[in-house]
């Protein structure tokens, strides 16, 4: 069965640190890794997409993607209050087949 | 402003009644997904389309039913509500030309008493 593991957390990080999350995914045929933001009671929101091995940085975050090692993370630098949120990962091996979810990291910046 | 919207917000209902939640997407995507939720757990495919006519059940079984007549409008019909259908239910919306990047509605938050 196919599988996207994270850790529940929570994670907690002091405010200005560097927050880093973790993924791992069974699926050696997966092609498309996605990282979502769901604050509390709100809706899951797109915030990185990595198709490549390597680093993919945007703004204050970076997606990192290991193929060999199946694993997929996510860094927040100088991580801010606001980025208290669960952060889900998905994983896809490509655009006819459907995303797997992780359950999310629960993540917890300090002020 | 393309967006996607579910209605309503919340509904709190009988055990027994017929209820459809409401999805509509102004984006012009050809694949629509509704989600289950329950609070810190995983998002739960239970429906998804590709386009017109086109509807599929996801992993998760359930007893609603979708239709897709248009491309912007996916409802889900719950023919007879029970206290286990009590949960987040989440529309979503993707273009395939653009790969899986998921867009979410706000989500209905349905409770069955």
């Known amino acids: 069965q196919k599988e996207v593991e994270q850790n529940s957390g929570p994670l907690s990080v002091p405010e200005g640190a560097i927050a880093s999350l973790n993924c791992t995914y069974s699926?050696?045929?997966?092609?498309?890794f996605f990282w979502y933001r769901q604050y509390s009671g709100k809706s899951p929101e797109l915030i990185m997409f990595i198709y490549s091995n390597g680093d993919k940085e945007d703004g204050r975050f970076t997606a990192q993607l290991n193929k060999a090692s199946q694993y997929v993370s996510l860094l927040i630098r100088d991580s801010q209050p606001s980025d208290s949120a669960t952060y889900l990962c998905a994983v896809s091996m490509d655009s006819n087949y459907q995303l797997i979810w992780g359950a999310g990291t629960k993540l917890i910046i300090k002020p | 402003e393309a967006d996607i919207y579910q209605t309503p917000r919340y509904l709190v209902i009988g055990t027994g009644k017929k209820i459809t939640l409401e999805c509509s997407q102004t984006m012009g995507h050809d694949k629509m997904y509704w989600y289950q939720q329950d609070p810190g757990m995983e998002l739960h495919l239970i429906h998804y389309s590709y386009g017109v006519n086109s509807t599929e059940k996801g992993d998760l079984s359930s007893e609603s039913t979708v239709s897709r007549i248009r491309t912007e409008h996916f409802p889900l019909t719950l023919e007879s509500a029970r206290p286990s259908h009590t949960s987040q239910y989440l529309c979503?919306?993707?273009?395939?030309?653009?790969?899986?990047?998921?867009?979410f509605g706000s989500g209905t938050q349905l409770s069955v008493l």
């Open positions: 979503a919306s993707s273009d395939s030309a653009t790969g899986e990047k998921l867009f």
């Open positions: 699926d050696r045929g997966s092609q498309s």
